[in-house]
Structure formats: structure tokens, C-alpha cells
């Protein structure tokens, strides 16, 4: 969820602002502090908007590092000075709330956004939220099953689906989206109970293609 937000801010700032006004920093080790500095601070081409991207926020052993310490005794520097026309997105999974940079964003943020998914139910939530009109129900239903709930690889799949469909039917899913194995093996055992033959061979055929 958090990749899918940060790809959609930087195709729509790219529409608006063109691709030379967006900087996206995804491994701040890679960095030094005279390439934030200047990324942060520098104004845009023509007097635009700018967005800087930073895939990163403390987390875990990442605190242990003095390299990264550092960068963030510089980020905490610059932050106060970014210019009103560049907009800087932190994106990141599992940050250290109890960290002294969370909290200092948190103080200066015009916005904090989480995303959080407890469950299956979640993603079909979102999932019908996202493909509105595109997708039905029991197709949502049917793939997040296949995919045992895992949203990045259920919204891969439709994207997929979608670049050749208009609308997605059940049926759809189940004749051009494999199971997972965990999946397959489960549906193989049920239909095993349940004297399916044309079922189970089938998916032992599947199980067999995907795996050793």
C-alpha cells in the first residue's frame, strides 16, 4: 500500500511538474549530507514545485548505524529550511514511533498517513475501493483467496488482467491467475475429500508446474 501511494505521487507530480523537478532517494546510505543539502534546499527548474522522495525512516537496527545517525542530525537541519515549493515525502514500513526524528516529523508534517491490513477483509476492502466498476465482488473474492490475502501481488495481477479486460469476472481469475501453493495444496485436499477426480488432477497438474 505504501509503494502503490508513493507511485501515484510521483506520476501525478510528474503530469503536473515534469520528471527532472522529482528527486527519489531510496537508499539514504548512498547519500552524503552535501546531496541532501542540495536536494532539499535547491528550488526547481523554472521556479516550479520540486518533490524529493526519501524511502527511509528510522526503524529497527537502522538506528545502530552512525552513517545513518548522522543523516538524520543533517535531514533534522535542513527540514526547517526546505523552500515553500518542495514538497519532501518520507516513505517507509514500520517506522520507530518512539524515535527522535519520527517525533520531530510528526511536529513539522503537514500530513501522516498510515495504512494498516488486519485482514483478508482488509484487502478486499481496498481492493474494491481501487478497481470500482472494474472488478466484481466475487472476483476480488476468488483472487484475494488465491493470493491468500497479499495486496501487492492481488493488485499485480489485476493490473495485468486490466491492460486486455474492461471489466473482470470471476471466471477470469480462475482460468488466467495460478493459486498460490499453500492455496492449491488446500484446494487439492478438498477435492481429494470430496471424490472431485477432474478437479484434483487438474490441480496436481498445477502443483506440479510450480514447484518440485
Do not use: C
Not at 519532501?88 to 514511533?97: I, R
Not at 526524528?101 to 475501493?129: G, P
Request: net charge negative; charged share 30%; proline share 2%.
Amino acid at each position: 500500500l505504501i509503494r502503490e501511494k508513493t507511485r501515484k505521487w510521483k506520476n501525478l507530480f510528474i503530469e503536473k511538474h515534469w520528471e527532472f523537478n522529482l528527486v527519489h532517494i531510496k537508499t539514504i546510505e548512498e547519500v552524503d549530507g552535501n546531496f541532501l543539502s542540495e536536494n532539499l534546499l535547491a528550488q526547481s527548474f523554472f521556479a516550479g514545485k520540486k518533490l524529493i522522495i526519501i524511502d527511509w525512516l528510522p526503524a529497527g537496527t537502522t538506528n545502530k548505524s552512525k552513517d545513518v545517525a548522522a543523516k538524520q542530525e543533517i535531514l533534522m537541519k535542513l527540514l526547517d529550511k526546505v523552500p515553500s515549493d518542495n514538497i519532501v515525502l518520507f516513505s517507509a514500513s514500520w517506522p520507530d514511533k518512539r524515535s527522535k526524528f519520527y517525533k520531530y516529523l510528526v511536529k513539522i508534517s503537514d500530513k501522516i498517513e498510515e495504512f494498516n491490513t488486519a485482514s483478508d477483509d482488509d484487502v478486499v476492502t481496498h481492493l474494491s475501493k481501487t478497481y470500482n466498476g472494474q472488478i466484481s465482488r466475487w472476483a476480488i473474492n476468488t483472487l484475494v483467496r488465491y493470493k491468500w490475502g497479499n495486496m501487492e501481488k492481488s493488485m499485480r495481477e489485476l493490473e495485468k488482467l486490466l491492460i486486455t479486460q474492461d471489466f473482470i469476472e470471476e471466471i477470469t481469475i480462475k482460468d488466467h491467475i495460478s493459486p498460490e501453493l499453500d492455496e492449491s495444496i488446500f484446494t487439492l485436499i478438498d477435492n481429494l475429500m470430496n471424490l472431485r477426480s477432474k478437479e484434483l488432477f487438474e490441480g496436481i497438474e498445477t502443483i506440479l508446474e510450480k514447484s518440485n
